[in-house]
């Protein structure tokens, strides 16, 4: 069975390959064959050739590497081959992260493994799901003969991601071989390779794979394993790539290996450590049919500074020493009130400050109280007040060196759900949590620092309604506001969907924010308390969405320090699954990320830069900080669709220009001055020390883009009347005019003066309609053109007792999102949708049936989205504008399923938080389902849509259907995109009424 998964280059993958032995065995994603057109920086991370019926994804017996198991390779002792892993002495817990994919649903499965030690003693394997559900711990004898042992997995729903992980004591050394995961009873006692060829490095074994810049040379020993007992002409191929930068090659041969042989080859990597930056060794080994593929990255960058209080630099951290390497200097730490044991009284909390004393990393601490031990929950499953306060407060007076602590994490979202009140009334709940354990820390720690409100993205999304609620009650017992502004659509890979924070609006909101904590008297500080992005572990090390995911790392980091923000907690150092696929991490598997050396780079540059001017902040976006040592950078980036060049008025002498790794740019300047290329990825220009800084501040300020000067956003009052906004993107003022065309018409306006960051309006009509023409706009300015062009297609809704309005049967991949051949959509009978709308004086009706031959629906209103269900959402006053990646203040978005208990419903947006109740309730529905058919009928009034029905009027709709066969969310079907994988209400279609 052979697919296409797009790519963007227009080439084909080979993926999910089946083998048939005596019964088929189906391979599991982590089992992929090396894509043969596709250069290696953007192939898959790990591949081979498989053999036989083992599942472990790469080199199972460690001759070659050890990619994804952090554990030296050890000569002393192997059970098979020359090398075993090994847990030495002092080392006392070791183990991968989650193997994606790994186990296939409705099968048992086992892992078995060899094992020896030095000595008599016992070890403790354990093993946990994507899902943070503990699967086995078991504790095994272990001696010093090689012994077999067997761990049995059970059928599992969905797909399983373990991990593996071995623990013993720090004094016994423990040899580990010959791994094997495969269906339960089909291993074999004696060895079979999972693959026909290995190739591998083994890592650095530096904190993080990083290294600082240094004249020495960097020597890796390769090795490439021939795995079958046929010898094989083998053709061995070594590549090094920096990211953004060039390529060259350290081996390329044809290597004669006898069967079940290896051979080892000393590369000289680099001739000096001189050059910082993100780099990648790809490795391929090829004979006939087989093939294997290993990639190993590492990052040089300058050594961290010093972890300090005032440091800019946060990460959830689940590998400190990486962490510090990235030049972390505070480490967000989660406290699970439910898990805290006590002992005479007393709350047992271990040594939780031993990051601190041992590496300086300061802590801040979010108690999770919103879920008690079982014997402190008292009616409605919330804990005795009196029992929070004792818990908080044995933490606190245990942790001498950490004096800042918040009350929980993203309570807009827990608090709701455990006390099953209104946003409102559970703002109220917390912000009673707050006030009452506020006075009693700050009387027990003297100084002590509170965080509080630490919304998630919802409430940062949807305008703060629960932070406010929580300011007018309790404000002024906070000193931090650690806000998470995550994105909607933060799921980065090749389908694109995903968004960056300055589409995502990260700049106006935290402005919004500032207005907020004014009105509520101005003191707390605002943190960045979490905040990341899932890569799609699919891609490689170097890909287009690899590379994008650290551009969005660096340019939040950037723009947090133009804002003002204090802090930035980003999310996270290491395993977190989401979607099966999307990791968020900027270490995955203990490998750097790009994101890691964007992370380690921006955050070098800004510890103790504070911002002097705001040079643009549009689509391109160029802050100018003042560096530590007291030098003037700019920071810019292009967060559009298109890359440009700025042309600066500087020579290329008199400054200093670096990537977002921080490697060096080769400037050049002519008589115009310097260029540099503006895209996605940040860079830097240093004002040299000869520089006049006035000279610095204005060939910035005058810099001359080859981009459109403005924007162009379409609205349509009526089906006759269309209003266009014009946005001035540039630093200067622009002017110039307008010519719009649609037909044979063609109209001419005067564009005068318009003012960066301001815009303008402009009206045209026809006495008779729009719908259906092509519209044309030209703008001609000084600072040059921009040409848009708007293909009016309104859909028709009739009224009540007239031919009712079919919309456009969604049988197909045209409305299938995420449209991607590999996501299993089988047809029409898997999901597919027919609708029609129709309106009276009082509602707006939409009729929608979907088909799916699977309907699961467990959730509550407020989940309803997440399976089997649809969502609708109405963009009232067809105003939305382009590259707005959310919701307008009038906007609102519904939900509805069928459950187990009937027909539900959901809001699940208004920006009125107060009329939510009362808009939801307003709103008739019935669902019903027959044979694989469910059919919606969902009445709106136009009330609650703020909309006056008359004749001609127009307003923004969408729905989508989505499908969830009980394994997550696979895929849905809408008019338009902009509502599961991110608000984008300006892609809507929109409706005239007849």
């Avoid at 192939?43 to 017996?61: E, Y």
């Avoid at 067997?150 to 059928?155: F, G, L, Q, S, T």
């Avoid at 204090?566 to 979607?579: C, G, Q, S």
Wanted: hydrophobic letters at 35%.
């Amino acid at each position: 069975m052979i697919y296409h998964q797009p790519n963007n280059v227009g080439q084909a993958w080979l993926d999910n390959v089946s083998l048939t032995s005596d019964r088929d065995v189906v391979m599991p994603e982590a089992a992929r064959i090396v894509r043969e057109s596709v250069s290696l920086s953007e192939s898959p991370r790990q591949s081979a050739t498989r053999l036989g019926v083992n599942l472990w994804p790469v080199d199972d017996s460690f001759e070659a590497s050890s990619p994804i198991f952090p554990l030296p390779r050890s000569s002393e002792e192997a059970h098979h081959g020359k090398y075993s892993l090994v847990m030495g002495i002092g080392t006392e817990r070791a183990g991968t992260r989650n193997l994606f994919r790994l186990l296939p649903p409705d099968v048992a499965h086992e892992f078995s493994f060899w094992a020896k030690s030095d000595r008599p003693g016992e070890f403790r394997f354990s093993s946990w799901s994507q899902d943070y559900h503990e699967i086995h711990n078991k504790r095994f004898e272990v001696g010093s003969e090689w012994r077999r042992y067997r761990v049995r997995y059970e059928p599992n729903k969905g797909w399983l991601s373990p991990t593996f992980s071995f623990s013993k004591d720090k004094n016994l050394v423990l040899w580990l071989d010959e791994f094997q995961v495969c269906e339960w009873d089909r291993g074999s006692a004696s060895y079979t390779p999972g693959t026909s060829l290995s190739i591998g490095m083994d890592r650095l074994g530096t904190a993080g794979e990083f290294v600082a810049p240094s004249d020495e040379r960097m020597v890796r020993r390769l090795t490439v394993r021939n795995n079958e007992s046929k010898p094989r002409d083998v053709e061995v191929h070594c590549v090094l790539h920096r990211a953004l930068g060039s390529s060259s090659d350290l081996f390329k041969e044809i290597v004669s290996l006898e069967g079940d042989s290896s051979r080892e080859l000393e590369l000289v990597v680099l001739d000096k450590c001189d050059v910082r930056g993100y780099y990648t060794i790809e490795m391929s080994a090829r004979s006939g049919d087989a093939s294997a593929m290993s990639q190993i990255p590492f990052v040089i960058i300058d050594e961290p500074m010093p972890a300090t209080e005032s440091g800019f630099s946060g990460m959830h951290s689940n590998g400190v020493l990486k962490s510090r390497r990235a030049n972390v200097s505070w480490e967000r730490q989660f406290r699970f009130w439910q898990w805290t044991g006590e002992k005479d009284g007393r709350y047992s909390i271990g040594d939780v400050e031993k990051d601190r004393r041992e590496h300086g990393l300061r802590q801040f601490v979010t108690f999770k109280v919103s879920v008690p031990p079982d014997r402190y929950k008292i009616a409605g499953g919330w804990a005795d007040p009196s029992e929070v306060t004792r818990y908080i407060c044995d933490y606190v007076s245990q942790s001498p060196l950490t004096d800042h602590f918040e009350f929980e994490n993203e309570p807009d979202l827990t608090f709701p759900g455990i006390s099953g009140k209104e946003l409102n009334a559970a703002a109220d709940l917390y912000a009673e949590v707050v006030k009452t354990n506020a006075p009693i820390l700050r009387k027990l720690k003297p100084g002590i620092k509170l965080a509080g409100a630490g919304v998630s993205g919802v409430d940062f999304n949807k305008g703060y309604p629960f932070l406010r609620r929580v300011l007018e009650r309790a404000g002024e017992h906070l000193d931090i506001l650690a806000v998470h502004p995550y994105s909607d659509a933060r799921y980065v890979g090749a389908d694109k969907s995903d968004i960056g924070p300055e589409a995502n609006g990260v700049w106006r909101k935290t402005e919004e924010l500032k207005q907020i904590i004014k009105e509520h008297g101005g003191k707390q500080s605002i943190w960045f308390g979490e905040i990341g992005w899932g890569l799609d572990v699919r891609e490689g090390y170097q890909s287009e969405s690899a590379l994008r995911h650290g551009d969005y790392c660096a340019r939040l980091l950037l723009l947090a320090k133009a804002l003002g923000v204090e802090k930035v907690m980003y999310f996270l150092a290491d395993a977190h699954i989401e979607r099966q696929f999307y990791y968020y991490g900027i270490w995955c598997q203990d490998m750097p990320l790009p994101a890691a050396a964007a992370y380690a780079a921006t955050s070098h540059l800004l510890e103790g830069a504070t911002l002097e001017k705001i040079i643009s902040n549009t689509d391109v976006h160029c802050f100018v900080f003042r560096h530590r040592d007291g030098q003037l950078f700019a920071s810019m980036w292009n967060a559009g669709n298109q890359a440009a060049t700025a042309q600066i008025g500087l020579r290329a002498d008199d400054v200093k220009g670096y990537d977002m790794f921080y490697g060096t740019l080769d400037l050049k300047s002519d008589a115009q001055g310097i260029k540099v290329v503006l895209d996605g990825h940040p860079r830097h220009v240093m004002c040299g020390r000869g520089l006049d800084e006035g000279t610095f501040m204005s060939a910035l300020s005058s810099m001359r883009l080859d981009l459109p000067p403005v924007s162009v956003s379409w609205r349509f009052a009526n089906a006759s009347q269309v209003v266009v906004r014009l946005d001035n993107l540039r630093m200067v003022s622009l002017n110039g005019k307008v010519r719009f065309r649609y037909g044979d018409r063609v109209e001419e306006r005067i564009l005068p003066e318009l003012n960066p960051n301001s815009h303008c309006v402009f009206d045209f009509t026809t006495p008779d309609t729009f719908n259906g023409e092509k519209l044309d706009l030209l703008v001609e300015t000084n600072l040059g053109e921009a040409r848009s062009g708007y293909k009016v297609e309104m859909v028709s809704c009739p009224r009540v007792g007239t031919p009712g309005k079919a919309l456009p049967d969604m049988d197909s991949r045209d409305y299938l999102l995420p449209n991607d051949p590999g996501n299993g959509w089988a047809g029409p009978g898997d999901l597919s949708v027919k609708s029609r709308v129709e309106y009276d004086d009082i509602y707006f009706h939409l009729h929608v049936d979907v088909r799916d031959d699977i309907h699961f629906q467990n959730n509550k209103p407020g989940q309803l989205w997440a399976a089997d269900a649809i969502q609708v959402a109405f963009d009232p006053k067809a105003d939305a504008i382009p590259n707005v990646f959310n919701f307008g203040r009038d906007d609102l978005e519904f939900g509805f399923g069928l459950t187990p208990d009937g027909p539900m419903k959901e809001l699940t947006y208004i920006y009125e938080t107060g009329r939510a109740e009362e808009a939801l309730a307003s709103v008739k529905f019935d669902i019903t389902r027959s044979g694989d058919v469910t059919s919606y009928r969902v009445s709106f009034p136009w009330s609650t849509l703020g909309i006056v029905p008359a004749k001609g009027t127009i307003f923004g709709m969408n729905f989508t259907a989505n499908d969830n066969d009980g394994a997550g969310n696979r895929f849905w079907m809408g008019l338009t995109p902009g509502i599961v994988e991110a608000k984008n209400p300006y892609a809507y279609r929109k409706f005239v009424l007849e």
